[in-house]
């Protein structure tokens, strides 16, 4: 149904519970490298086995890329609706803006490093290999997004962190040139692709700028008039759209990149706007799939020091390395099972508590001699 401004969408939080899922279980089945990794890469209708086939169907299912776009679409989507809130100066807002993002990323994250700085010293002592060595140098790289030298999924914490100014510059061309100034930022976003020096050579942001711009022209009153009007079997159609879309064409081809882009940003908008019932929203809002968005932040950063525990034991068999589909599927159902315990307690401690940090060092301070009411504050 059609959410205002100051609503949560569940069924955006379901799209990312599925979305955490998912990394999980395609970086299970390529771990093993050889030809799954090789399937990934090309378009379905190349291959030439049935195996290959079905492979190429899974990890198009279960594409890590296309989640990881899906959750960039939806920061630029809610990170818009959030600055759309923000009062006061422009200075205030982007100081806000940014102290707020920073503390909801960064707890977690340091979190998980420290976490995994304590296995690498626990396997070390045991002689145990497959945890990386962590030392005070490449915590620190990491920790600051200079290098991912350790967590695979901080690259996309670098992205969230270095694309922050541009989305501010996009959100002042919105401010001034209304829709107009998003599809500006939509244009720039698609030159960006080619031309790295368009983001000051940034790491990963010329590929992931256009997701960001998209989620940002969700918000705009056209796309609202036309997703409002999308019904159940729409929303369906763009479900299955979204995940296909890319399996005839190669992993990294721009235009299907674009395509993809435009499909999901169709779905995130008729979910969030349209007031349709339909099978996909019916299971976004189910109870297991919502406590998947509550936790997927934390899931998406843990599975990865599960993955490497097992991967430890079972990664060099001979038969995950023959069946990696399979063996996979076993191993990603298992990481997602283990890390949900400890995502549970970095939700409600790290995660939460960031958000509060950022809310208490960005709160609304009373000048010195005025009461609360004078300033529009509850009273205590």
């Keep these: 149904m059609h959410k205002s401004n100051l609503e949560r969408s569940t069924e955006l939080d379901g799209l990312r519970g599925l979305a955490a899922v998912a990394v999980v279980f395609y970086h299970s089945i390529l771990y093993p490298g050889n030809n799954a990794s090789t399937v990934l890469l090309e378009p379905v209708q190349s291959l030439s086995s049935w195996r290959d086939v079905i492979t190429k169907i899974a990890l198009t299912i279960l594409n890590g890329h296309s989640a990881v776009l899906l959750f960039f679409i939806l920061s630029g989507f809610v990170l818009t609706l959030s600055l759309d809130k923000m009062r006061g100066s422009p200075g205030g807002v982007v100081a806000k803006f940014t102290v707020r993002r920073l503390c909801r990323l960064y707890p977690a994250l340091i979190a998980c490093l420290l976490l995994m700085w304590g296995l690498s010293l626990i396997y070390r002592n045991i002689g145990a290999v497959g945890m990386p060595f962590v030392t005070t140098e490449?915590?620190?790289?990491?920790?600051?997004?200079?290098?991912?030298?350790?967590?695979?999924?901080?690259?996309?914490?670098?992205?969230?962190?270095?694309?922050?100014?541009?989305?501010?510059?996009?959100?002042?061309?919105?401010?001034?040139?209304?829709?107009?100034?998003?599809?500006?930022?939509?244009?720039?976003?698609?030159?960006?692709?080619?031309?790295?020096?368009?983001?000051?050579?940034?790491?990963?942001?010329?590929?992931?700028?256009?997701?960001?711009?998209?989620?940002?022209?969700?918000?705009?009153?056209?796309?609202?008039?036309?997703?409002?009007?999308?019904?159940?079997?729409?929303?369906?159609?763009?479900?299955?759209?979204?995940?296909?879309?890319?399996?005839?064409?190669?992993?990294?081809?721009?235009?299907?990149?674009?395509?993809?882009?435009?499909?999901?940003?169709?779905?995130?908008?008729?979910?969030?706007?349209?007031?349709?019932?339909?099978?996909?929203?019916?299971?976004?809002?189910?109870?297991?799939?919502?406590?998947?968005?509550?936790?997927?932040?934390?899931?998406?950063?843990?599975?990865?020091?599960?993955?490497?525990?097992i991967w430890s034991v079972v990664g060099q068999t001979a038969v995950y390395q023959e069946r990696p589909l399979e063996i996979g599927l076993l191993i990603g159902l298992a990481a997602t099972l283990a890390s949900i315990p400890a995502s549970i307690m970095f939700e409600r401690w790290f995660e939460q508590g960031g958000v509060r940090l950022g809310r208490y060092l960005t709160r609304q301070r009373k000048p010195a001699g005025m009461s609360s009411e004078a300033i529009g504050a509850p009273a205590e």
């Excluded at 299971?283 to 599960?306: C, D, E, H, M």
Aim: aromatic content about 10%.
């Design 138 to 309: 490449t915590f620190l790289r990491n920790a600051v997004l200079v290098q991912n030298v350790l967590l695979g999924p901080t690259h996309t914490i670098q992205v969230e962190v270095l694309v922050i100014p541009f989305l501010l510059a996009m959100f002042a061309a919105r401010a001034m040139l209304g829709t107009w100034g998003v599809i500006a930022g939509v244009a720039y976003s698609l030159l960006a692709m080619d031309r790295p020096w368009m983001v000051m050579q940034l790491p990963y942001i010329g590929d992931w700028l256009i997701a960001f711009a998209a989620g940002m022209l969700i918000a705009s009153p056209i796309v609202r008039r036309i997703a409002s009007r999308i019904d159940g079997f729409g929303i369906a159609v763009l479900a299955v759209g979204f995940v296909f879309c890319r399996l005839f064409s190669p992993l990294v081809d721009h235009g299907a990149v674009i395509v993809q882009v435009a499909v999901s940003s169709a779905l995130v908008a008729s979910l969030y706007y349209s007031r349709a019932d339909s099978v996909v929203r019916a299971i976004l809002v189910t109870r297991p799939v919502q406590f998947l968005g509550k936790i997927s932040y934390s899931l998406y950063l843990l599975n990865v020091l599960a993955l490497l525990m």
